[in-house]
Structures are given as C-alpha cells and as structure tokens.
C-alpha cells in the first residue's frame, strides 16, 4: 500500500505547487491537498479509519490557526504521521523556525527540497543522522535527550558527575523548565521513600555543590540559576528535546513515542502531558 500525504496550504497557488512537488517526489502515492485546516482534520479522521497517513505537509500560516496548532490535531487523530512545515522567510522569526532545520520547507517548495528534507526527517527519527534542529542554533554546548533515557552530553561528549543524585537534579532542572525549585521540593522528588529524613535533608546541600561544581568545570555554570533555597535551570542555554517539542519543533514532534526520562518516576507527569499532546494514549 503506497504512502498517504496531506497538503496543506490556504493560499491555493502556494498549494498547487506544493502538490506539484509531492508528485514529482511521490508518483504512486495519495496526495490530498486542502485550503482549510478543518478539511485536513476530517481527512485525517477518514484515512485513520480506513488505513494510514503517512505524511503531513503544512503551512505554517493558515487563516484562523497555524500550522503547528493542525499539526497537533492531526497528532492526536495519527500519532505516526510524520509533520513537515511549510514556511517563508518571514516565518523564521520564532527560534522554533530555522532554514537548517528538518521537518521543515522554505517557499517556494521544489521537488528536491522535497526529497532532501523528507530523507533528513527520515534519518532523524530513525537515529540515522543527528541532525540540528531550530533550537540548535547558536553556542549551547549542553544537549540533552530526555526522549527515553536522561542523556546530557557536553559538545558532543557524554556528561561525568560526581554523585548519581547531582545527575537526577539536572534532570529534574530540565524537567521543571526554568521554574525555579526549593531544597525541600528537591529532597521530595530525589528521595520520594525517605521524606522527612534529616539525614536527606544535608544531602540535599551536597548534591547541589556537586552539580555545580561539574557545571563549573565545563564552564556551564551560568546554565542554573542559584541563590538561596532556589535553583533553575534556564531553558534558552541548553538544547533540549522537551523544549523542542513544546516549541512546534518537527524533529522533537516525530521523535517522540511516549518515553520521558524511564528512569526517573517524578518525570511520569511530564510523560503522561507529552502523550496527551502527541496524541498518544494507552
């Protein structure tokens, strides 16, 4: 059975060369093309009940809603449809959008652009390829993967700490999203069976010295935010899947497949609203 592919596009000559394109690139396959987003919802709900859609190629500006507002729609309706966003330069404003990024089309579309980001989208989700995304611009030298396993690397090299809790707190940092946390917060969430304990409690102090302190080293110190009963991670300094995702960011919206931070069960939360929002449900 070939592929089936929405293309979404309210301005109809932006569309006609759209469908152009996926033709060229897609000979065999379905190609529905549509003006509104509610046509490509009530396709979508069709296709699902009938068989699959496999592609959906959406403007990022449409009249009444955007692309990545249908993109969420069609997620919940196809959890494995994979998006690629449709844009123009003016678009690029939002640090969600970038010309390097995969899942995404600059107009006007042509065919090998087509081919060339459809294969780089393919090779992201299959960990074929790690390709830079949106958020990727710029110097930050932390990457972290939350996407199954915590995994924090430093220009590429896999981070060392000190104590396995300091490596849970940045964790939790990065989950909490840049709002700011107590110690007593952070004894909660590290040591959810041993509440209260006093013992813990001075435990908290010296796991947060020693996530500093490797911060420090690797001249990320700037990363968190400290002072008194408070710590932060801030989002903008470090390239992250969860924030990606919660940004629009094609890459992170196909990547995820309902595993957050496995290891951890003050992350099921987080797990449970990202499933919901990538339509995906038990």
Known sequence: MGNNILAVDDEELAR????TALKEVFPE?????????????????ELVETGKLDYAFLDIRL???TGIELAKSIKDLSPRTKIIFVTA?????????????????????TAKAVMQTVEKLEAVINGTHPVESASDAGDKQLKVTTFGKFHPTINGREMVFERSKSRELLALLIDQKGVGIANA????????????????SGYVQ????SLMKTLRQAGLEDIVEKRYNYLAINPNK???????????????????????????SWAEMTT??????AGLYD
């Open 29 to 45: 396959d379905e190609i529905f093309a549509f003006g509104k987003a509610s046509e490509a919802v009530d396709k979508t709900k």
């Open 89 to 109: 330069y003016n678009d690029y404003a939002s640090e969600a959008f970038a010309v390097s990024a995969s899942g995404y089309l600059l107009k006007p579309v």
């Open 185 to 200: 917060e952070i004894e909660a969430y590290l040591w959810e069976d041993a509440i209260g304990d006093k013992r813990k």
């Open 63 to 65: 009249r009444g809603t």
């Open 272 to 277: 449970g609203m990202l499933s919901s929002k």
């Open 16 to 19: 006609e060369s759209l469908v």
């Open 206 to 209: 010296k796991v947060i010295a």
């Open 238 to 264: 470090v390239d992250c899947d969860l924030y990606k995702f919660l940004a629009g960011d094609a890459v992170a919206i196909n990547s995820y497949y309902g595993v957050y931070m496995e290891e951890y």
